[in-house]
């Protein structure tokens, strides 16, 4: 585990942890300083092979954004990436950039959910379907002062600015929709999720451009963590976080879940300026 230094200043770290109930980590993640990328996948409890599923989302996805901004040669996504290239960067131009990214970031969530179905199709029938849910940012050089905040199912997305955490991210849980319907009705089980990579038959994923200020405190994880550890825990480690302790911080809200119960695998990104 060492801390990664994005090139617009941030830095960040990364951990996963096993739990104390579980066999195995279907947790995975990624950090790319070249690409600014930070991703993070849980792969999904109730299906098989949720391990395979987490770390080929992570592989993938970062390997796609990798085809579109270092190598060369045009790919499939030719017309959308020469777009990107081309377009004078003033303030009208740059609003068209985002929309290209954020539409760029949604193929590219297809594309890695259409690798996972297919890679599904290898296995036996009736051997169970593998699927993750997922989360990222990705802090693109050509947008300079922002954030692209992308997810798919449960794991979530923070930032701590000006004192108070704020979750970036909705949960694509049938909890969340019921909350969000007014909790009518009997309360449904918080782990279902409705959207995860290789495991829906229709990927909708949000996806939101967010601005970026270099007080900022950013924090993805699994809901390992938010299954254990309340928003004020986090706001409270958020609130200390600085690039010396990145890594004591991460730890820590690790150590908290699993002094909470550790009932299942754990994973934290942490990303901070200063």
Same mark, same amino acid.
């Not at 849980?173 to 999720?193: C, E, M, R, Y």
């Not at 967010?210 to 699994?222: A, K, T």
């Given at each position: 585990?060492?801390?990664?230094?994005?090139?617009?200043?941030?830095?960040?770290?990364?951990? &996963?942890?096993?739990?104390?109930?579980?066999?195995?980590?279907?947790?995975?993640?990624?950090?790319?300083?070249?690409?600014? *990328?930070?991703?993070?996948? !849980?792969?999904?409890?109730?299906?098989?092979?949720?391990?395979? +599923?987490?770390?080929?989302?992570?592989?993938?996805?970062?390997?796609?954004?990798?085809?579109?901004?270092?190598?060369?040669?045009?790919?499939? =996504?030719?017309?959308?990436?020469?777009?990107?290239?081309?377009?004078?960067?003033?303030?009208?131009?740059?609003?068209?950039?985002?929309?290209?990214?954020?539409?760029?970031?949604?193929?590219?969530?297809?594309?890695?959910?259409?690798?996972?179905?297919?890679?599904?199709?290898?296995?036996?029938?009736?051997?169970?379907?593998?699927?993750?849910?997922?989360?990222?940012? =990705?802090?693109?050089?050509? *947008?300079?002062?922002?954030?692209?905040?992308?997810?798919?199912?449960?794991?979530?997305?923070?930032?701590?600015?000006?004192?108070?955490?704020?979750?970036? &991210?909705?949960?694509?849980?049938?909890?969340?929709? =019921?909350?969000?319907? #007014?909790?009518?009705?009997?309360?449904?089980?918080? %782990?279902?999720?409705?959207?995860?990579? #290789? +495991?829906?038959?229709?990927?909708?994923?949000?996806?939101?451009?967010?601005?970026?200020?270099?007080?900022?405190?950013?924090?993805?994880?699994?809901?390992?963590?938010?299954?254990?550890?309340?928003?004020?825990?986090?706001?409270?480690?958020?609130?200390?976080?600085?690039?010396?302790? *990145?890594?004591?911080?991460?730890? !820590?809200?690790?150590?908290?879940? %699993?002094?909470? #119960?550790?009932?299942?695998?754990?994973?934290?990104?942490?990303?901070?300026?200063?």
């Amino acid at each position: 585990m060492s801390i990664l230094q994005l090139s617009n200043g941030f830095k960040a770290v990364g951990i &996963t942890d096993c739990g104390l109930k579980r066999e195995r980590n279907e947790d995975s993640y990624g950090l790319d300083a070249e690409l600014g *990328l930070l991703l993070l996948a !849980d792969g999904m409890g109730g299906y098989t092979r949720g391990d395979i +599923a987490s770390n080929e989302a992570v592989k993938r996805f970062t390997a796609f954004i990798q085809t579109l901004t270092i190598e060369p040669e045009p790919s499939f =996504w030719h017309k959308i990436r020469h777009s990107l290239y081309t377009r004078p960067q003033r303030n009208a131009q740059q609003l068209q950039l985002a929309e290209y990214a954020e539409q760029l970031v949604r193929d590219l969530l297809q594309a890695t959910h259409n690798d996972i179905e297919q890679l599904n199709l290898m296995y036996p029938p009736g051997s169970g379907v593998m699927g993750t849910t997922f989360v990222g940012l =990705w802090m693109w050089s050509k *947008l300079p002062e922002h954030v692209m905040v992308f997810h798919a199912g449960d794991s979530r997305a923070y930032r701590y600015r000006n004192g108070q955490i704020e979750q970036l &991210t909705n949960d694509h849980s049938l909890f969340q929709q =019921w909350l969000d319907d #007014g909790s009518v009705g009997q309360q449904p089980a918080k %782990n279902v999720v409705l959207q995860a990579l #290789g +495991a829906v038959a229709e990927l909708q994923p949000d996806v939101s451009l967010q601005l970026l200020e270099n007080d900022d405190r950013l924090l993805l994880c699994s809901d390992g963590l938010t299954g254990m550890v309340d928003d004020m825990f986090l706001e409270q480690v958020m609130a200390q976080l600085t690039a010396i302790n *990145l890594q004591q911080s991460c730890q !820590d809200l690790i150590d908290q879940a %699993n002094a909470n #119960g550790g009932v299942d695998n754990v994973t934290v990104i942490l990303a901070c300026h200063k």
